[in-house]
């Protein structure tokens, strides 16, 4: 194979995995132009369209689904072979993909970043945050974080959290001119913060449990958001009750008296955050290594 042949290939599955020229150009240190003069010359010499565009997205065409899948794992093998020939030496790089829910990405991978890049300065870590819970092997990604309960199946999963608790909270002023509700019903005689679900578009259903009693709550408000930090914002605004969980910068307003705590013997719980990844025979020692930082624990103990 010429070099150039794998520069053209290389640059192929790059604008495939990440679905887009800008994205895949970065990555591999291009400008966009000259990355679409790559594809163009490839297609040239293939003699088939393999990327279709549009303005907002890029998709192979079915002869680029077959080549992806023929060259794909190829070069995963040769990056995981360097990845181990690096791993001999004592030295990591390369490039980690992470897709994470907005939670785990606030309150466990922002704070320790600069201890990981420190640890690993040759790493690249792409970490893409996304609450729709994607198809982490269909998005290539190489491990993904979720809660307890959502994760996907035949997968390796790690805790990284205790369970998570969800807290239905309001400003003092709103519940000033309000009142408190006493029971999960008495929420249709206010206004909250309505949590749109990714996967389907639904609103989120509020649930609570009581000495084994549960129930389910459809809530009404002047705020649809499927980001904690806007139904957050608008709570102390004043707009209504919002539903969180605890962890989710929530927990330290409390303690500031900026919000309250509503319907507490109600609460309920949700498993914690794990990280997922392929069952595959060998993990990664790079992925370890992430895992040991989100962890706080030193590298031998895994």
Not at 187 to 209: A, P, S, V
Request: net charge positive; charged share 25%.
């Amino acid at each position: 194979m010429r070099g150039s042949d794998f520069a053209e290939l290389k640059a192929f599955v790059a604008v495939v995995e990440r679905q887009s020229f800008a994205r895949a150009a970065e990555h591999l240190g291009l400008s966009p132009s000259a990355l679409s003069q790559t594809i163009r010359q490839l297609e040239g010499r293939i003699g088939a369209r393999l990327l279709n565009r549009t303005t907002r997205s890029v998709a192979p065409s079915a002869s680029g689904e077959l080549l992806y899948r023929r060259v794909a794992p190829l070069f995963r093998e040769m990056a995981a072979a360097v990845a181990e020939a690096s791993e001999a030496t004592g030295k990591m790089s390369g490039t980690l993909r992470i897709n994470t829910l907005g939670i785990a990405a606030r309150t466990l991978i922002a704070p320790r970043l600069s201890r990981f890049h420190q640890a690993h300065p040759d790493v690249v870590l792409d970490i893409v945050v996304d609450d729709a819970l994607a198809d982490i092997v269909e998005g290539r990604f190489d491990a993904g974080i979720r809660v307890g309960n959502r994760l996907e199946k035949d997968m390796v999963a790690v805790r990284l959290t205790p369970d998570l608790n969800m807290v239905a909270v309001a400003s003092p002023d709103y519940l000033a001119r309000r009142g408190t509700p006493r029971t999960p019903a008495d929420l249709h005689q206010h206004t909250c913060i309505n949590w749109r679900l990714q996967m389907d578009g639904r609103h989120y259903r509020w649930e609570f449990k009581k000495r084994g009693r549960q129930m389910e709550v459809a809530v009404n408000g002047p705020i649809v958001t499927n980001h904690a930090d806007i139904g957050i914002a608008a709570a102390l605004d004043g707009l209504g009750i919002a539903y969180h969980f605890e962890r989710d910068g929530v927990a330290g307003l409390l303690e500031q008296g900026r919000l309250v705590q509503v319907l507490a013997d109600w609460s309920i719980s949700r498993p914690g955050l794990f990280l997922y990844y392929p069952n595959r025979r060998h993990r990664p020692a790079l992925l370890g290594a992430f895992i040991d930082c989100l962890l706080d624990r030193e590298p031998e103990t895994v």
